[in-house]
C-alpha cells in the first residue's frame, strides 16, 4: 500500500512537471518558428536586423527552462547575455546548444506534454463514463468515434479503458516527465569546460560575499558589545566603585547603589545573552528548524501561518542561515511591508531546502533601500544558496531562498 502511495505521489508530481514542461514547450515552439523565419530572411540580407532578437527571444525560453528544471533537481547555471553581434554570437557555444534545444524540445517536450495530460484526463472522462453515458448519443462514446455504446455493459468497457489509462498516468507519467526533461538537462548547461570556469568565478564571488558576510556580522556584533554590554559593566564598575566609598560615610546609601549594580549587572548579562543568540540561536538545538520557525511566527506582529515540511535535520549551518532569513523577512514585513498577513513555507526537496516568504502588503521592496534584503542575499550566497525576490508596485512580496543541504 505504501508503494502505490509513493507511485501516485510520484506520478503527481510528474504531472506538475509535465503542465510546466508543456508551457515551455509551447515558447519553444514560437521561439523556432521565429528563428526559422528570421534565418530564411536573412538569405536574403532582410533578417539580418532581427537575428539578435531573435537569439535573444532563444535565450529567454531557455533561462524559463533551466530555472524550472533548477526547481525540481539539480541547478542549471544561467549564461549572460547573448553576445553582441551576429558573428560572435552564431560562434558562441551557448547559443548553438540553444537552438538545438529549442529544436528539439519543441517537438519532444510538446508530444511528451500533451501525452501526460491528455492519461489523466481520459482517465476520469471514460472512468466516469458509466455513469453519464445516457446523456450522449450511442455512437458518440467519448474519444472513440469507432465505438458504439449501445448499454451499460459497453459503457462499463469504457469505464474499464479508463481505469487503464489510470495505471498507464500513474506508471509512466514520471517515465514522460524525465522524457521531457531530458532535452534541456543534455543540452542547457554549460558545455565541457565552461561549466568549469563559470563554477570558479561562482565560488569566487560567493567567497567574496561569505567574506563580506563575515565582516558584517563581527561588525554587528562589536556594536552589540560596545554599545550595549560594555556600557552596562562600565556602569556596574563606577556604581560598585560608590558603594565602596559610601560604605563608609552613608551604609544605607551603599545598599542602594549595590543594589543598582545589580541591576546593571542583570541587564547585561541578558543583552549578552542576546547577542549569543544572534551569533546561533539556541532554540534551534532545543526545538529544531520546525520550533525555531514556529517561535518565529507566533511573535509576529503581522499575523503569520507557517508550514515546515522537513523530515530530516540539515546541517546547523543550514538550519541557522534558514532561520535568520525568516527572522529579517518577517521583520521587514513588519517595519516596510503594511500587511495584513504572511505565508511563510519551508520544505527540503532533491537535497535542497526551500524557503518561500509572502505577504500580501503594499509592495516595491527595493535591495538597495537598506531594508536588510541585501544582508539576507549575502547570507544565503555565502552559503551558495540562491535567493529571488518579487515585490511588483501593489504587491504581493514574495521572496524565495534554497540553499544546499546535502543529499
Same mark, same amino acid.
Given at each position: 500500500?505504501?508503494?502505490? /502511495?509513493? $507511485? ?108 501526460? &495530460? ?25 474519444? &472513440? ?32 516527465? /524525465? ?6 538537462? /543534455? ?13 570558479? *568565478? ?26 550595549? #554590554? ?33 541591576? *546593571?549587572?542583570?541587564? %547585561? ?17 532545543? /526545538? ?31 538550519? *541557522? ?7 529579517? %523577512? ?45 544582508? &539576507?542575499? $549575502? ?10 525576490? #518579487? ?17
Amino acid at each position: 500500500m505504501a508503494y502505490v /502511495r509513493g $507511485r501516485v505521489r510520484a506520478s503527481v508530481a510528474a504531472l506538475e512537471h509535465l503542465v510546466g514542461g508543456l508551457g515551455t514547450a509551447t515558447l519553444a515552439l514560437g521561439a523556432l518558428l521565429w528563428a526559422a523565419i528570421v534565418a530564411v530572411a536573412c538569405v536574403g540580407g532582410v533578417g539580418l536586423l532581427a537575428a539578435p532578437g531573435a537569439l535573444r527571444a532563444v535565450r529567454w525560453v531557455s533561462d524559463r527552462e533551466r530555472a524550472r528544471l533548477s526547481r525540481w533537481g539539480e541547478p542549471i547555471p544561467t549564461p549572460g547575455p547573448v553576445p553582441t553581434g551576429l558573428r560572435t554570437a552564431t560562434r558562441d557555444p551557448f547559443v548553438r546548444r540553444e537552438l538545438g534545444w529549442v529544436a528539439l524540445y519543441s517537438l519532444v517536450g510538446l508530444v511528451t506534454g500533451l501525452v501526460g &495530460i491528455a492519461l489523466p484526463l481520459y482517465a476520469v472522462q471514460d472512468g466516469t463514463f458509466p455513469l453519464w453515458y445516457r446523456l450522449v448519443p450511442p455512437d458518440a462514446a467519448p474519444g &472513440i468515434v469507432w465505438w458504439r455504446i449501445d448499454g451499460l455493459s459497453d459503457a462499463l468497457w469504457v469505464g474499464v479503458l479508463g481505469v487503464g489509462c489510470l495505471a498507464a498516468a500513474i506508471w509512466f507519467s514520471p517515465v514522460l516527465a /524525465r522524457l521531457q526533461a531530458w532535452p534541456g538537462r /543534455r543540452l542547457l548547461p554549460p558545455p565541457p569546460g565552461v561549466d568549469l570556469s563559470l563554477r570558479v *568565478a561562482e565560488l569566487t564571488a560567493t567567497r567574496a560575499a561569505a567574506l563580506d558576510a563575515h565582516a558584517v556580522e563581527l561588525r554587528r556584533i562589536e556594536r552589540s558589545l560596545h554599545d550595549g #554590554t560594555q556600557n552596562r559593566l562600565v556602569a556596574v564598575n563606577v556604581l560598585l566603585g560608590a558603594a565602596r566609598r559610601a560604605v563608609r560615610r552613608n551604609p544605607d546609601r551603599a545598599d542602594e547603589i549595590l543594589g543598582q549594580a545589580q541591576d *546593571a549587572a542583570e541587564q %547585561a548579562l541578558g543583552e549578552l545573552r542576546t547577542v549569543v543568540r544572534g551569533i546561533l540561536p539556541p532554540v534551534l538545538d532545543d /526545538r529544531g528548524l520546525a520550533g525555531a520557525l514556529a517561535g518565529l511566527a507566533g511573535s509576529c506582529a503581522v499575523p503569520c501561518r507557517l508550514e515546515v515540511d522537513v523530515a530530516v535535520r540539515c546541517a546547523a549551518s543550514v538550519e *541557522a542561515t534558514a532561520y535568520f532569513v525568516v527572522a529579517e %523577512a518577517l521583520t521587514n514585513v513588519v517595519r516596510h511591508s503594511g500587511a495584513s498577513r504572511v505565508d511563510v513555507a519551508v520544505r527540503r526537496e532533491h537535497g535542497r531546502l526551500l524557503v518561500s516568504v509572502e505577504d500580501d502588503g503594499h509592495g516595491d521592496a527595493d535591495e538597495t533601500r537598506g531594508s536588510g534584503l541585501t544582508g &539576507i542575499r $549575502r547570507r544565503v550566497e555565502a552559503y551558495d544558496g540562491r535567493m529571488t525576490l #518579487t515585490s511588483p508596485p501593489g504587491g504581493p512580496t514574495r521572496m524565495d531562498v534554497e540553499l544546499p543541504c546535502g543529499s
